[in-house]
């Protein structure tokens, strides 16, 4: 008899400890998959922008005439050259997945997505995102930022063709 008043007791004691403990987990596991999400999410954002600026920078040297390209040519026809592989990286860009707002192009890069060298050897594309935090806003909890994301997202990509 004694035995059946300390269960009876023991259940009034502990009523509502189990979803204590889901509260808690609950809120660990929120933590952790919200964790692998907002940083995933970057991760397909950077390599997305490497894929479309190597896209890119394919297609800008697919232009006709690219070997006779110099940058300080008075010649039209050598400064059409770069204003057709422009018009081609940014057709790419354009065409592709993001939101217009997510492709910028990268402070270094006067004016456009493409930059050619001097002599026309190198050619590079570059894709940035400027705000990632407007992607995935930051979870702030117990003064730790998940995620820590970095001031820009970007890829970049160059071809040597001489």
């Given at each position: ?17 189990a ?53 300080d ?65 930051a ?24």
């Amino acid at each position: 008899m004694r035995q059946k008043n300390d269960i009876s007791n023991r259940k009034k004691t502990q009523t509502g400890a189990a979803s204590i403990e889901f509260a808690f987990i609950f809120v660990l596991m929120f933590v952790l998959f919200y964790g692998l999400i907002s940083y995933a999410i970057p991760l397909m954002l950077a390599a997305a922008y490497q894929q479309l600026s190597a896209e890119a920078v394919r297609q800008a040297v697919g232009t006709p005439n690219i070997y006779h390209y110099q940058a300080d040519s008075e010649d039209p026809r050598i400064a059409a050259i770069k204003v057709n592989a422009e018009q081609k990286a940014m057709q790419v860009i354009n065409d592709s997945w993001l939101p217009p707002g997510w492709a910028n192009s990268c402070g270094d890069y006067s004016g456009g997505f493409l930059k050619v060298s001097g002599d026309g050897s190198e050619w590079s594309a570059c894709v940035r995102h400027a705000t990632p935090a407007s992607i995935m806003p930051a979870l702030s909890l117990l003064g730790w930022q998940i995620p820590q994301l970095p001031e820009e997202i970007r890829g970049e990509a160059r071809l040597r063709i001489r």
